[in-house]
Structures are given as C-alpha cells and as structure tokens.
C-alpha cells in the first residue's frame, strides 16, 4: 500500500505551533507511507489539487491529510480522493488544528503529538477498504407532525412542491397558537385575517390528506420509507356527514364545558366547533362534559343534526400512512405561572395570562373584543403586564429566554390603549429583548405615542386590596419600591416544550434538551434537520420562536424535504454495523442497545441472530461495543481498525 | 400516634422572656397531643442577631454547640418555637454540609457537632409528625365562628432550599392547623410579609408602616385575629399595635395570638397554662364574638 501525508499549515493556525515540515518529515518513515509533504491550505483549491496529483503521479492508494476536524472538511478531502480515482473511504484525517495547535502553545510538544496523531491515521487507513453506498427507493410522501403556522407552511410548500402531504393534527382544528392570537406583532395586523386564507388553502389543497384530532402513535422504518400509525380520536362525529352549520352547539344544554381554544376564559358546549375558523370546521363532542356520556342521557345534538352525523358509540381508529419524509411542527406550550405563589399561584382571577388576554381582546373571544375582568367583567382602567414570567428565572428551571413575550406584551399594552383610551398600562421588564425588523421601534412606540410606563424591575408579589390587585416589585432604575394597584394583572408567560414532546422524540428516535425542544443536528448550520435521517423540525419545537421565524423553518424544512426527494433514489451511509452471523450467539444484546431500532432478531436455521437493517443503521456503534463476542463489527471503525491507532499510540 | 413521639426542645431566649406564653402554651399542646419535649441540657444561644451578619462560622459554631447537645441526648430532631433559632439552626446544619465549613466550625467548640441533627419549627411537627385527621380528632372546643389570618412571619418557610417545609410564598401549615381545629381561616395574602422584625427599635416608623399594613390586610379579609408562629412578630403586630395606630391614624384593635394558643383553647388546655394573659391586645371580645356566632349558628342549623 502507498500512503500520502498532507500536513496542513492552515495559514498560521497550525504552523504557529506545529513545525508541519518536521511532522512531514516524521511520517516518511511510517510504514507505507510513499510521499509526505506539507500544505499551505490544503482545502484550498490548489491544495486539492496537490493532492490529486500527487495520488495520481505516485500511485497512491490512500491519503492522510493532517489539518482541521474531520467535522469541517472531511466531505471537502473525501471528494477530493474521489476526483483522484480512489474509493472516498481511502482518507483518513489527522485533527491537528482543534485537537493540537489552538490548544496547546509548545511547539515542540505540538510538534510531537501531531506527529503521533499522523501515525494513528495512517495505521487506520492501512486498514481501510473501499465501501460503497446502497441505494433503495422512496415514498414520495411527507409526514407533517402539527398544525400550527410552521406545520402549515411546511405543508403547504411541500404540497406545492408536487409532494402528497399526511398532515396530523392534535386538536380538532388547525391554526395552533396563532389562531388565537389577536392581531400580530409588529405590524398590528390581525392574526386570523393572516392565517386564515393560509389555513383554508390547507384545506383545499388536493394534495394534502389532513388528519385532525389524530396523534402519532408509532412509527417505523428509516429514511425514504417510514411507516407511520395515527390515532384518529373518536369525535362522536362523523366528520364526512357534519356540515359544520353550529346547529348543535346551539341546542347543546351542557354549556360549562372547558373552552380550551379561548384558554379556559369563558365556557363554551359540550358539542362544539371550537371557532368560526376552524379547519377542518367539524363539531366534536368533549365526553368529559357531554350529559349523554356522564348521565347516560340527553342525545339532544343527535336530534337536531341535520344531517345524522352524531355517533356516540365512535371509537379510535388506528391508520398507517407510508411516507418518506417527517417534518415535525409541535409548537410550544405555554409556562404554567400557577408555579408562582406570590404571583398569586392562580388564586386570583384578575391575574391572567397573556394568551387569555388575546381572547379577551379579540373579536372574535368570549367578550366580543371588550376586555372584561374575569371577576367581575369591570372594563379594567390600569392593567399591569409582568414581563419574564417562566423565562429567564432559574428557581423555575427556566433559565432560557423564550424570546417573543417581550414583543407581545408590547403589542398588548397597544391595543389595551386602543381598546381602552383611558386606560393605563404599566409593564415591569428584565430587559427589553427586541431584536428583529421593525421590532424595537415598536416597543418605542407601546412607550411613546401609547404611554406604556415601562418599569425595569421584577415584581416580588401580586396580592388582592378590595377588589382590586396590588402589585409590588422594584424600580432597578430608580432604586426604589413600586406599588401599583391594578385592576388586571397580565402575566407575560414563557414558552416551554408541548406537553408530550419527549414522548415523541422518543417515537421519532430523535434528541430532546433537557427542556424537552427537540435538538436540531447543528445550532447554526443544520437548523432544520435532525441527527435521525429524514426527520426535520420546524417551529417552536425546537425552542420559542415568534411567527416570521416558525414560518421561515416551516419552510425551510419542506425545502429540505424537497431536497430529498429530488433523488431518484437514496444512498445508504456505508459507515454501518455488520453482524458476522458466524460468531453471532444469539444473545440479542445488541438489538436492546440499538437506539434506532435498527437491529432485529432473525431465525437462520432455527438459530436466532442479529440482523442490522442497513437503512435503518446510523452507525453510531454501540451495538458493536456491546456485543460480548465481537460478532457485530462497525464499517470503517472496526475493532482492528481502531486498536492499531491504540498500538500506534501506545507503542510509539 | 400509636408510638410516643419525643423531640429535643429547643425554647430560645425569647421563650423565657418576652414569649413566655408561646414557650408556655407549645408545652402545654405538646402534653396535650402526648408530644414529649426534652429540653437540651444548657443550651445556649442560637446565633441570632448579631453573630451571623459578622461571621457566619461564629455564627454556626453557636448554633451548633446546641446542636451537639442534640447528639449527645441521642435524637435526630431538635424542635424549636422561634423561626430565627430555626433559621440559624438549620443554616448552620446547611453550611456544615461543606466539610471544610464544619472543621473550621468544630474548632470553635469542645464538642464537635457531627451534623446529624435536623432542626424543625413547632409548626412543622404539629402539621407533619401529628398531622390534621389526628388533630382534629383530639379537638373538645372547636374554634368555630372565629375568623383568623395565619401569619407565618417572613423566615418560617424560606429560603426554601434551606427550610424545606411548605410553601415558601403561601404556606398552608398553619392553615391547615386552625382549620382542623374548626376556625374560619381567611385567605390572609400576606401570610409571608415582614413586620419590620428587629427595626423595632432602630426605626419604629418601617415596623409602624409594615405591621400596620399587615393588620390592615388582616382586617381586610374578615379576620378578628392573627395567629402567628414567630415571637418577633407577635409583639410588633400586638406590643406597638398602639404605636401602629398613632403613627398611621389608624385604630387597629387586632388580638395576635400564638397559633399554639388557640391549639390551647380547642384542646382544651387550661388557660391558665396557655397565658392568655401576656398579650396586649385582650383576645377576649374575638373569643366571644366567635363563640356567640358559632351558637346563632347552630341554633340556627337545629332549627333547619
């Protein structure tokens, strides 16, 4: 075998500290090793070039490069080999950027263990092979998970796109939190007018199949063929007769039931379409409430359909859908405030929050657009907002910013003006987080042209006086106590993980923090995707997001979708693990450890033995570790592979 | 309670003097629920006041001499009446949980404290160890028709992580306590409040100005009667309720009871062993108005 070593001076961010023409020099005398020389940069074009020439004019078989983390330009130096006519798989990178010279400032010692590094990889790739990708076909067809306004985008651009599109929806209505949104941030203009025609067009877009009312129980397979099971929960509708006409919920007599679309403010039916907008506009029956389900009888709203649609007796139904692609949209949650006591711990029913409060002051809300005091449906004359309640306050566990509460609060204090003229809204903030086109200017004008007094500072505590609040917290600015007495406390609540969001992780075998937001596979440069192939994120799922930036990754991820599926076929990872079923015992070990499924048991002449399912295999090589008698070997990091760089190192 | 429950008992300086009804009255509860409290043999003082705020292992080193004693009585609970000796104790056991803290603290003494001991309130005993359905079940004179305001006082329950009992914004403890021994408790919004504490006497006008909030709030929500667990905010509420009143033109007449007492009174304690006596503001006419309200309304219940 012929090697070539590639040191790279990196400008001076390796050659500062490494003498890379003495560590050339070292590894000619490493066996195999034909030609060794160092590089200015050898990402470069030129540099490149060097190296295919070199492979080229001395007949190398293999080339080590010895410059930066295989995590920048492995894909760059793999591409390159290729152009040189050798299998990609013939490289292997020495990190001595990262890994030596921006770590450590003695030249000499860098010197040495970059030489050390150099010998490891060119031990490995004596032992390297040529592995070559499978490819297998795909199902055109996208899962999108979630119907707020990212999964909405990333429907509606994939549909157009040309893609047949399974969007699961967990309420009974598409919309998500904007759909209860008063007006927008920060051009004031109203929310449902904006997401409306956007949620019609979900609706009557041939190539959307929507499930709503339905949740993701299991899903299966790997990239370009999932298998995918939704619960349809039992609406005791049926969906294909029900016309939407509201006759029911006029006639329905059960009318305390929670009315979780306008956030528990105001009560609405049993039966119910839960608002005028909604898609699909269906009615459902909330069993927890209905008087047919709790006392046995009523069956009023099975007498006035006209149309027959109640069944009471409705079960879940369990689907499959085949797609290719996921595009997960869960959205956000909204931080539980009761967690406060001093904020009155949901003691005090003038104290809200502020997704209440845009019920409360829109038209289309449980008070027609006037903003009422729960209490007593007083219009309120000074309204209190406190800013950061569950974000950026670690005796919650909630150290993180949730990023758009500092916006909307501002917006709120604006159409508490305009609703109220004479009214007076003062907003206690941590600091004013407005970092987005048009955003600070907004809170600018909440202050100057609305008369918003902002008051920097946290509030210690909310307490009832007669019948209406005392608030008291801190000027930080003037130094001193403030006490407020309001007639309606807003609080600005953060935003958190959906309820259930590791439960699904889990299902979609992708990573969650420890917040529950699903992990994308690089902060900056991969936002959209996750570490497990095919499944791609949009919205607040992956931690708070306003509306321009959800609507941004929702498409962002149908592109990538797309991207996807623009391939004929798809190229399986060869990096993955390989079951010498001779020495296999059986023991199924390995199929327990696999974090993707991707390990299964077959019966090989009444024998049980591991199987791996190559496209489902992220060869990350826990199975290869576990297994006790070395049956299960990861391509291109195989035991002898990784054992000669262990001898390289030990007995250099 | 099929087992005899017995503590270390830590009174405080303050329990032989200035609450000499809260010490008085916790040990006669405490008879009366078959509690036994065995008093540390010289004890000495918690630390309190001035010690912690010049030197917090001279500080803890007072509190743990005591906490020492503790361990040689051979129990693992100290109970104590006062919230500021709960508050040092506990501290100290706290930053005794650094080994390098507890070394340093045990050169100060002769005996070394081990750190085994956990100091708890009277309150927390009453409301864990004896609990609610054992309480009102020893109740003979219910507290009925008396409408009180549970002021825990603003150290009882915090810092949390230090005190680790109840709620540390709205503790229900007491709560829980007078409502087992049938009262009226009103939801009292500022159960967690500071009274001014030691400013009694540097700056009688914050305690004038905070007290006096608190009683006005008492008396906003319906309540005849504070009860409170802590002796410096019995007598800022009750000794100065008259300099409360002319410094804010108000005419407060609040009686501020030790929750212990009341548990007195519905037990059936003698009131001579409760010392009923000792506060200012006379809890007599509250005790009759609830007495006569709670007769109108059986009567009228018998009459229904």
Redesign the interface.
Known sequence: MKIGVFVCHCGSNIEATVDTASVAGTARAFPDVAYATDVMYSCSEPGQDGIIQAVREKGLDGVVVASCSPRMHETTFRRAVERAGLNRYMLEMANIREHVSWIGKDREANTNKAAELVRLAVEKLRRNRALFPKSFDITRRVLVIGGGVAGIQAALDCADGGLDVVLVEKTSSIGGKMAKLDKTFPTVDCSSCILGPKMVDVAQHERIALHAYAEVEEIGGYVGNFEVKIRKKATFVDWSLCTGCGLCMEKCPSRKSHDAFNEGVGLTTAINIPFPQAIPKKALIDARFCRQFLKGKCGVCAKVCPSGAIRYEMEDEVITEKVGAIVTATGFDLFDHTK???YG?G?YPDVITSLQYERLLSASGPTGGHVKRPSDGREPRTVVFVQCVGSRDTSVDRPYCSGFCCMYTAKQAILTKDHIPESQSYVFYMDIRAPGKLYDEFTRRAMEEYGARYVRGRVA?I????DRLLVRGADTLMGEQVEIEADLVVLAVGAEAAAGSPALAEKLRISYDKYGFFMESHPKLRPVETNTAGVYLAGACQGPKDIPSSVGQGSAAASKVLGLFSRQKLESDPQISQVNQRRCVGCGKCALTCPFGAVKMIDVRGEPKAEVIETVCQGCGICAVTCPQGAVQLEHFTDNQILAEVNALCQS | MSQALTYAYYPGCSGLGTSREYDQSTRAVCDALGIGLADIPDWSCCGSSPAHTVDHVLSAALAARNLAKVEAMGRDTAVTPCPSCLTNLRTASHRMADNAFRERTNALLDTPCRNTVTAKSVLQILAEDVGLDALARKVVKPLAGLRVAAYYGCIMNRPPEVMRFD????PMAMDGILAALGADVR?F??KV?CCGASYGVARRDIVARLSGRLLA?AE?VGAEMVATACPLCQMNLDLRQGQINSAGGTSHHMPVLYFTQLMGLALGVPEERLGLDKVCVSPRGALRAAAERAAAETAKGSKA
């Open positions: 406060y006591g001093e711990g003691r505590m307490y009832p006086k007669g | 709620d540390h914004e709205n939801p919004p500022l409040e709030a906003d």
